[in-house]
Structures are given as C-alpha cells and as structure tokens.
C-alpha cells in the first residue's frame, strides 16, 4: 500500500509539472505529421532532363508508343527560369573538360510521367528539351540527371548521361547494364530467372516503417531523458534530503519514479500507433516490449543521474548517450548500412522487436527474448542506481 501510495502521489506531483505533458505533446505532433505529412506510399521525385537527338518522327513514335503503353503520360508543361550561369563538365571517358557560358532565359518544356509497368506507380518525371545545350544546363542548375538519346541512320540508339558527381558507382554501372541491350531484352531475361519465395514476404507502407523508430524514441529514450530531469528536479527543491530522513525504502522512491515514466509512456505510444496501425500489431506483445524497455532505460537513467548533481553537469553523458543510441535507426531506414557492431546497441533489437511487432505476423520468440534482455538488463542497472542513490541520497 505505502508503494501504491507513493505512486498516487508521484503522478500528482508529476501531473503539476511541464515534463508530465510535453511527451503527451509530443505524441500529438508526431501523430499529426504522420497522418498529414507521411504518405502511405512514397511518391516518386526522381525528375530527369532528357534530349531526343533524332528527327521529330522518331521521337513522336519513341514517347507515343509509351504512352500506348499506359506507361508514360503528357502532363502539363513545366517553366524553368534560368539565370546567368558559367560552369564546366568533364568527359569521364576522354577527361575532356567542356566550359559553358549561359544568358538569363526561359525555357517552357513538354513535361511527361513515366508509371511502373507492373504497380502503375510513378517512377520518374521527364522534361523534354529542345537541344542538348538546355539539357546540359537544366542539368547543371536543377541537380538532376541529364540525358541524351541519340537515333543513328540505321535506328540504333544510344544514350549519353550528364551525373551530378555524387551518383553511386552502383547506379553509374546500373546505366551501362540497363543500355547493354534493349530494355525489352533486359527485361525478358529477368522475368525468365526462376525465383523461389522461402515465405510470404511482409510488408509495410512508407507511413507504418516509422512507427517502430517514434515508439522506441517516445517510450525508450524520452523516459531516459524525463526521469533524470525529475530527479533532479527533486534534488532542487529538496525532496531528496527529506526522503532521506523518511523510513521508506531507496528502492521504492526510484521504482515509482520509473512507473511515472511508464504511465506517461504507454500513453503517448498509444497515441502514435493506434491512430496509424489500427488492430494489425499484437498488442499484448507492443505493450510487453514497451514496458520492459522504458523500464529499462529509465533505469539507466537513473543510473547516469546519480553521478551528477544538476541537469546542466549531466547534459554531456545525457547528449553522447541520446545521440548513441539513436545511430541504429539509420541502419533501420536503409537496411544496405547494417555493420555487425551496430547491432550491439540496445535499440538496435529494440527497433527490430516494435517492426516485428506490428507485422501481421510477427515473430513472437524474437520479441519474447528481446524483452527478456532488457529486463534482465534492466534490474541489473536499476539495483546498480539503488546502490548508488543509497549513497548519495544525502547530497
């Protein structure tokens, strides 16, 4: 009961202050910018200048039979106002270097959408220029790839590229593959591989794939930064030297602190992924995870706050910590960066156990065991900060 007691009236004290509800806050926002910001499905701004170096029939026949295709469409045409500009581009092949010398101008250009043959979704925006030149600085100005097909007197084309510099050499070789032979045969060489799904591949919208990261960083992370700024609210205003002198357990003053954190944790978390996930995550799996691991950070955070006596001595140990864990969320958005020392992190299998979690079919000894880690590490680290806090309590 003294426990309970003591809970009831943290979240009284806590329900005053500004760090009750700036993650409730925070929540709202978050939810807000998912809902009206986030698409679902990406929309594509791939956009590339391209020249048709052949006479005007063959360029008609070429853009027309795409847009038979239901692959390609004419949209409205797209002003392009061009300032004064002098610039220089090398020839990768002959490292010959070409210098350009333009005048204000407008340029008014047919302007046309390229779809995805399979999902219909849009792939690409495509201007096209009258002359080579306009490619070339459109290229140069907008930061956008610059092409030229050219049309020889038998009908073979070819294609000369103006990058960036910043391309990957993935991408620069994708062009020489993808030019190899026609599209048509590339294709059809594709479609012939024979592909064995080991199972049924999960998903998520461009919308859901954010939910794991704005879960872990409401719950996990905020509860790490909140429950040291109210410990040392308390050591302000002199809580602390009177729970010192009170008969309570130290264990019990840092245990409904860390329930404090959960309440408010559970409830922000809710407001991002039921909006946006609906009845698809196991609940009884999100709220497990979610609870053990705010236990668990919160323990380290009390455990990093009892070595410093205010929140201004404690913000280097507080903003090294924050940034650390927040790395594995790039390996997250862009599985291609997944070194094997970034998955020693904490949030690493914390951010992997929320995704699993809202899949349809989630992988419940995985969530189970990451769960089980961090509470283990959790107790650990919160009997460590009991220890510490018993000493310096008085302080």
């Not at 156990?353 to 880690?373: H, Q, R, W």
Request: hydrophobic share 50%; charged share 20%; net charge negative.
């Amino acid at each position: 009961m003294k426990f309970l007691s003591s809970y009831a009236k943290e979240m009284k004290i806590a329900a005053r202050g500004f760090y009750f509800y700036i993650e409730i806050f925070f929540a709202v926002i978050i939810l807000i910018i998912l809902l009206v910001a986030v698409k679902e499905e990406s929309v594509s701004k791939t956009n590339e200048f391209i020249y048709y170096d052949m006479s005007p029939a063959a360029k008609e026949y070429l853009i027309n039979k795409d847009i038979e295709k239901g692959t390609t469409k004419k949209i409205e045409s797209t002003e392009f106002k061009l300032k004064p500009v002098t610039f220089s581009v090398m020839n990768v092949e002959t490292k010959e270097i070409m210098n350009y010398d333009y005048d204000q101008t407008i340029l008014n250009l047919d302007t046309y959408e390229e779809y995805e043959r399979d999902t219909g979704k849009l792939a690409m925006t495509f201007y096209a220029t009258q002359n080579e030149e306009d490619t070339i600085r459109l290229s140069f100005a907008e930061r956008k790839i610059g092409a030229a097909i050219v049309m020889n007197d038998i009908g073979e084309m070819s294609y000369r590229y103006y990058n960036q510099g910043y391309e990957t050499g993935k991408l620069i070789n994708l062009l020489y593959v993808f030019h190899n032979e026609s599209p048509e045969a590339l294709r059809g060489a594709y479609d012939s591989q024979n592909v064995t799904k080991l199972n049924q591949v999960q998903t998520l919208n461009d919308r859901e794939i954010v939910v794991p990261i704005m879960v872990a960083f409401m719950g996990s992370l905020m509860g790490f930064f909140i429950v040291m700024a109210y410990i040392y609210l308390d050591k302000a205003e002199g809580v602390i030297r009177a729970f010192a002198v009170s008969p309570s357990p130290v264990w019990q003053y840092l245990l409904s602190k860390i329930l404090v954190i959960l309440s408010t944790a559970i409830v922000s978390s809710s407001i991002i992924t039921i909006p946006v996930m609906g009845l698809q995550p196991n609940y009884l799996l999100f709220y497990l995870l979610l609870i053990i691991s705010t236990f668990a950070f919160a323990a380290l955070g009390l455990f990093v706050a009892s070595f410093f006596d205010s929140i201004s001595q404690a913000f280097g140990a507080l903003y090294i910590i924050m940034i650390v864990m927040i790395i594995p969320s790039f390996s997250y958005l862009i599985p291609s960066f997944d070194p094997i020392w970034l998955r020693f992190f904490p949030t690493y299998p914390l951010l992997q156990g929320f995704k699993e979690i809202i899949m349809t079919k989630p992988d419940v000894p995985y969530v189970l065991t990451c769960s089980l880690a961090f509470f283990i590490g959790g107790a650990l680290i919160f009997m460590l900060a009991n220890h510490r806090f018993k000493k310096t309590l008085t302080m």
